[in-house]
């Protein structure tokens, strides 16, 4: 594939959870993909980038915040299309409460995973048994499993295990007993296994089930990315900085990760007190000494299930900011020097995997960081609203015009307010700065056009666009350093499957391609 530095492309922004169909189970799900990617590609657009897809810890709804840095989250699974699942009496065969969850589920304005969780725990224990004796048989499906068992072994087996303990022990692995959490099995709390090779066979079948789930999983998303790849839409993933401290990567590689501190940002201008993640921080020095085995592990995968994907937080790759339980926040590394070196390392075995890659370079990034991303031809981002001359007077705004290549371009991410509330918000002075003396206050349609023209327009080869940007929403999909019921829960106003009967969404369909074809981002022809 092309590096996406040398291809000039459109595309949209869209977390697969808000991507519901008219038989979805109240979440985007794998096979939701086919039909959204038939919209795009009337839209003239040739790309799809998605918020990551790894397992979300128990009771989390970031998708920043995974359970396992490999496994794909089976609330994207479609219950319906499992195999034993209409054998074993589908939606009429599952519990009443099931049932109600699922009504819920579908009927709610916004994601709710707590209903979607209970009615696709439900779907999925029904259907593991009606499946489990034909995944377990000699046959073509029972063989079939096993090779994706063995295939994915380095991230898969301790995964399942991960998820099998947990069922007794609870997720929280710091809190379990010494000999679980250390990985040693030699557990005295009843029903737990005595040594590791007990443990797997006393856990068998929740193993199973789980190496189960995650053979469904990607079963369901290869035939997503093939449907997508026939409508000429390329699929781009998200490879998050870090995961959850109560996920399988952390317990089965304690090694690596600093436990007595946590992940966050230093003060910058949008936050006077920088941010505290709550992750793990990686201990780079013993990772280094393993040759980074675990990222490039980690890049492997992502270029495996996707064409591309963004890397999260780019600038803790090259520095961590370190925020001790006790003591002063500092970096990791902490000198410039090494802050390079070990960035450019980690950059290159990402880009070594072959899949296209951009960088997610946004806050407090140093200038040596910038200057090595242009070393390596990696495409940062480009935000209009951020894209200014600091230290001039009056701090205009750089035109897109002026926006290098080998960028993305983009009117905001899913962490920034909609386009259509930063206009509003603006002064009138800022606005002139962007589209002259005739820029409105209120958000018109002609004022959205003339923005998204403007980025089309702009020499960066990317262009990836939020959904709710291209119709002029005011929607977000998330408020950092918020915890808030509407944070990582939006869905699109219409199913994803009737996108073609809908007048407004088959109208902008053909505006954006006009625009796609005059300037020269029509990829999918």
């Given at each position: 594939?092309?590096a996406?530095?040398?291809?000039?492309?459109?595309?949209?922004?869209l977390p697969l959870?808000?991507?519901?169909?008219?038989?979805?189970?109240?979440i985007?799900?794998?096979?939701?993909?086919?039909?959204?990617?038939?919209w795009?590609?009337?839209?003239?657009?040739s790309?799809l980038?998605?918020l990551p897809?790894?397992?979300?810890a128990a009771g989390?709804?970031?998708?920043?915040?995974?359970?396992?840095?490999?496994a794909?989250?089976?609330?994207?699974?479609a219950?319906?299309?499992?195999?034993?699942?209409?054998k074993?009496?589908?939606v009429?065969?599952?519990?009443?409460?099931a049932?109600e969850?699922?009504?819920a589920?579908r009927?709610?304005?916004?994601?709710?995973y707590?209903?979607?969780?209970?009615a696709?725990?439900?779907?999925f224990?029904?259907?593991w048994?009606?499946?489990?004796?034909?995944?377990?048989?000699?046959?073509d499906?029972?063989d079939?499993?096993?090779a994706f068992r063995?295939?994915?072994a380095w991230?898969l087996?301790?995964y399942?295990?991960f998820r099998?303990?947990a069922?007794?022990?609870?997720p929280?692995?710091?809190?379990?007993p010494q000999?679980?959490?250390?990985?040693?099995?030699?557990?005295?709390?009843?029903g737990?296994p005595e040594?590791?090779?007990?443990?797997?066979?006393m856990?068998?079948?929740r193993?199973?089930?789980?190496?189960?789930?995650q053979w469904?999983?990607?079963?369901?998303w290869?035939e997503?990315?093939?449907?997508?790849?026939g409508?000429?839409?390329?699929?781009?993933?998200?490879?998050?900085?870090?995961?959850?401290?109560?996920?399988?990567?952390v317990?089965?590689?304690?090694?690596?990760?600093?436990?007595?501190?946590?992940?966050?940002?230093?003060?910058?201008p949008?936050?006077?007190?920088?941010?505290?993640?709550g992750?793990?921080?990686?201990?780079?020095?013993?990772?280094?000494?393993?040759?980074?085995?675990?990222l490039r592990a980690r890049?492997?995968?992502?270029?495996?299930?996707?064409?591309?994907?963004?890397?999260?937080?780019?600038?803790?790759?090259?520095r961590?900011f370190?925020?001790p339980?006790?003591?002063?926040p500092?970096?990791?590394p902490?000198?410039?020097?090494?802050?390079?070196?070990?960035?450019?390392?980690?950059m290159?075995?990402?880009?070594d995997?072959?899949?296209?890659?951009?960088a997610?370079?946004l806050?407090?990034?140093?200038?040596a960081?910038?200057?090595?991303?242009?070393?390596?031809?990696?495409?940062?981002?480009?935000i209009?609203r951020w894209e200014?001359r600091?230290?001039?007077e009056?701090?205009?705004?750089?035109p897109?015009?002026?926006?290098?290549?080998?960028a993305v371009?983009?009117?905001?991410t899913?962490?920034?307010?909609?386009?259509?509330?930063?206009?509003?918000?603006?002064?009138?002075?800022?606005?002139?700065?962007?589209?002259?003396?005739?820029?409105?206050?209120?958000?018109?349609?002609?004022?959205?056009?003339?923005?998204?023209r403007a980025?089309s327009?702009?020499?960066?080869?990317?262009?990836?666009?939020?959904?709710?940007?291209?119709f002029?929403?005011?929607?977000?999909?998330?408020?950092?350093a918020t915890?808030?019921d509407?944070?990582?829960?939006?869905?699109?106003?219409?199913?994803?499957?009737?996108?073609?009967?809908?007048p407004?969404?088959?109208?902008?369909?053909?505006?954006?391609?006009?625009?796609a074809?005059?300037?020269?981002?029509?990829g999918?022809r």
């Amino acid at each position: 594939m092309t590096a996406p530095a040398h291809r000039r492309l459109s595309g949209v922004l869209l977390p697969l959870f808000s991507m519901r169909s008219s038989t979805s189970w109240g979440i985007g799900e794998f096979r939701d993909l086919a039909p959204f990617s038939a919209w795009l590609q009337g839209a003239g657009m040739s790309l799809l980038q998605l918020l990551p897809i790894n397992e979300m810890a128990a009771g989390q709804n970031s998708p920043y915040s995974a359970l396992s840095s490999a496994a794909l989250d089976p609330l994207f699974i479609a219950p319906e299309a499992m195999p034993g699942f209409a054998k074993a009496g589908g939606v009429e065969a599952l519990p009443a409460d099931a049932r109600e969850a699922l009504d819920a589920a579908r009927h709610a304005p916004q994601v709710d995973y707590d209903a979607v969780r209970a009615a696709k725990r439900a779907a999925f224990a029904l259907a593991w048994e009606a499946a489990r004796g034909d995944a377990s048989a000699s046959s073509d499906e029972g063989d079939a499993f096993a090779a994706f068992r063995a295939r994915e072994a380095w991230w898969l087996d301790d995964y399942a295990l991960f998820r099998a303990v947990a069922e007794d022990a609870g997720p929280d692995w710091p809190t379990w007993p010494q000999p679980l959490r250390e990985r040693s099995f030699a557990a005295d709390s009843e029903g737990m296994p005595e040594d590791g090779k007990d443990a797997r066979a006393m856990l068998g079948d929740r193993i199973l089930f789980y190496s189960w789930l995650q053979w469904i999983a990607a079963s369901q998303w290869a035939e997503a990315r093939a449907a997508a790849r026939g409508r000429g839409v390329e699929v781009f993933g998200d490879l998050p900085f870090m995961v959850n401290t109560a996920s399988a990567d952390v317990w089965a590689r304690q090694q690596d990760f600093m436990l007595d501190a946590s992940v966050g940002t230093p003060p910058d201008p949008f936050s006077a007190t920088g941010q505290d993640w709550g992750l793990p921080v990686y201990r780079w020095p013993e990772i280094a000494a393993g040759d980074f085995q675990w990222l490039r592990a980690r890049a492997r995968r992502a270029a495996d299930l996707f064409d591309g994907f963004r890397v999260d937080h780019l600038v803790g790759f090259y520095r961590t900011f370190v925020r001790p339980h006790e003591g002063e926040p500092y970096f990791l590394p902490g000198d410039e020097h090494a802050q390079i070196a070990q960035g450019e390392r980690i950059m290159s075995l990402m880009l070594d995997t072959g899949a296209a890659v951009t960088a997610e370079d946004l806050g407090t990034v140093p200038d040596a960081v910038r200057a090595s991303l242009a070393r390596l031809n990696l495409p940062g981002y480009r935000i209009l609203r951020w894209e200014r001359r600091w230290h001039d007077e009056g701090q205009p705004f750089i035109p897109p015009r002026d926006w290098p290549p080998v960028a993305v371009a983009t009117s905001g991410t899913h962490d920034t307010a909609s386009m259509a509330e930063w206009w509003e918000q603006e002064g009138d002075a800022e606005r002139r700065m962007l589209l002259g003396e005739g820029a409105t206050a209120s958000f018109t349609p002609a004022v959205r056009d003339a923005l998204l023209r403007a980025l089309s327009e702009s020499p960066s080869n990317l262009l990836i666009l939020p959904f709710q940007d291209l119709f002029g929403w005011h929607d977000r999909i998330n408020t950092p350093a918020t915890v808030a019921d509407a944070n990582w829960r939006w869905a699109l106003p219409w199913p994803v499957d009737r996108l073609g009967e809908i007048p407004v969404a088959v109208t902008r369909a053909g505006e954006l391609r006009t625009l796609a074809e005059e300037t020269g981002r029509l990829g999918n022809r």
